[in-house]
DNA sequence: TTATTGCAGATTGTTGACAATTTACATTTG
DNA sequence: CAAATGTAAATTGTCAACAATCTGCAATAA
């Protein structure tokens, strides 16, 4: 039996959920809360675990820190003026995350993503786009294509500037955003995540160029095909933009003769250069 | 540069890799490994944290733990004759695969996934599923088939005895087979993930009976499609038997009064009983 | 009575110290 | 000289103590 004092004694936590209509600011005192950006919420909502598994995932996925890279308890403590104990339970959500590989009294090390393991990431989110495709085009709003329009115009000034940092940033953004829209909370998670794989991979292979043209060609087609709610057919388009994308990847691959390192192999050479 | 001794210092490390073709056991004296289950590989292998996360992991999808419940560090740790450090870090690992709630200052909780949740799962699983059928009708051996025959004979012989622990547990197997005979290594965690999360959900839900005798002879159809090599027909069949499932769910979840709880509040009833 | 405030116990957050393991290098041995 | 062995430094693994925060209840006041 539940006693009655118990609920009333819950404090309103603000909690940070994804809402797609934000709730209007009550007027009444009692109700009032801070906002998910105040202070005091970011300090209730976040531990220095927290803190320091976001920030590495961020320098990772910046390439600040090179896949094959090891990571030291003892510096990366240092660097973000904590003890081993936050950074070591951050190692262990990243490692639940695929951004890095813990072995055990070697050290930890910034993952490395095979060829053969790229190509299973592309097939999956081939399938999952397909989804993405064919749900949206059912479900679309003028406005979402009006954003959706915006984000393809970015893309195409990058890819004519040949800015490739922005063209990445925009592709990115533009198919996060199209899951986003599909309206499935946990299929946005897991395609961030596969993406997020894919991110230690791509960095190398990206920056070539002649292959811009034809992927900003195949976003605007998308798009169009989601606007004019032809399902099926942006299924297909993103399926096939997707294994695009795989092919060209595959490409210049092939083209550099760098083949994936051994484990540790990179801070063993790094540190015998000093 | 990299020095001629940093590689050859580097010893054989067993590491437990899901390859297709075992390699066969060299004679060579030097090349001589022990086996992945030896207690030095184990010790080499698992620290306590990983220990503990696969432990809390057990106990979760076995019940052992409810959905809602609380898991104190020092209770865990106790039981498990380990420090907090380790269960702490177990935590992390656990929370970024979705089976525990981490709320700062007031304690960790065995996941509740809510009926929008499992909804989601579903879905997703249903084109992961759908993909697979189709992979594996293009690719399958006779090996293969009588494996999955043979999970399926299992499958009937619990529902015959309407023993709904070994039906579940047959049930699982079947398609993570499925799944692992697609040939996707990556695909095979993502999906695992899934399940995962959907036994938060499931576990109250499938003690109904009444929908066993359908869902048994859809997975005797599923692989009859696949062994006969019908890509697409197989792809759909495994579509709509997840979705059934979803529809399945339904229908025991609404006729249930029992509503979503609050975050922590069974802990605090619990607590409060005693 | 009812809402507010203060307080003690329980629980989590963080840190620094110590133990175990690995790594790189020097030494020895054949 | 090459391989094996011993050794010291660096790094990770684990633990226990302390600090900060939360929870529930009692005391107080309107």
């Keep these: 039996m539940q006693k009655p004092s118990a609920r009333s004694l819950s404090r309103p936590r603000p909690v940070a959920v994804a809402v797609a209509?934000?709730?209007?600011?009550?007027?009444?005192?009692?109700?009032?809360?801070?906002?998910?950006?105040?202070?005091?919420?970011?300090?209730?909502?976040?531990?220095?675990?927290?803190?320091?598994?976001?920030?590495?995932?961020?320098?990772?996925?910046?390439?600040d820190l090179a896949a094959g890279e090891q990571l030291r308890e003892i510096e990366v403590a240092a660097m973000l003026g904590v003890s081993r104990g936050p950074v070591r339970e951050a190692f262990r959500a990243l490692e639940e995350s695929g951004l890095v590989r813990l072995e055990k009294n070697r050290g930890v090390y910034v993952r490395q993503i095979s060829v053969a393991e790229a190509d299973e990431i592309y097939e999956i989110r081939a399938i999952l786009d397909e989804f993405v495709g064919r749900r949206l085009a059912e479900t679309i709003t003028p406005a979402q294509v009006r954003e959706l329009r915006q984000i393809v115009t970015q893309l195409e000034a990058a890819a004519a500037n040949n800015d490739i940092d922005a063209y990445l940033a925009a592709n990115?953004?533009?198919?996060?955003?199209?899951?986003?829209?599909?309206?499935?909370?946990?299929?946005?998670?897991?395609?961030?995540?596969?993406?997020?794989?894919?991110h230690l991979f791509r960095r190398k292979t990206l920056a070539q160029g002649g292959t811009l043209p034809a992927s900003t060609r195949e976003h605007r087609e998308i798009l169009k095909l989601i606007a004019d709610r032809q399902s099926a057919a942006a299924g297909r388009?993103?399926?096939?933009?997707?294994?695009?994308?795989?092919?060209?990847?595959?490409?210049?691959?092939?083209?550099?003769?760098?083949g994936p390192e051994l484990p540790g192999s990179a801070a063993r050479r790094r540190r015998a250069a000093k």
Tied chains: 1, 2.
Aim: no cysteine; net charge neutral.
């Design 21 to 63: 209509t934000p709730e209007p600011a009550r007027p009444g005192a009692t109700e009032r809360t801070v906002g998910d950006d105040h202070p005091i919420t970011l300090l209730q909502a976040n531990s220095l675990p927290t803190l320091v598994q976001r920030e590495l995932e961020r320098m990772i996925l910046a390439g």
């Design 172 to 198: 990115v953004s533009f198919h996060d955003r199209l899951v986003a829209l599909a309206g499935n909370a946990k299929l946005l998670i897991v395609y961030r995540r596969l993406v997020n794989e894919l």
């Design 237 to 258: 388009a993103l399926h096939e933009h997707v294994m695009a994308s795989r092919s060209r990847m595959h490409k210049t691959w092939t083209v550099q003769d760098e």
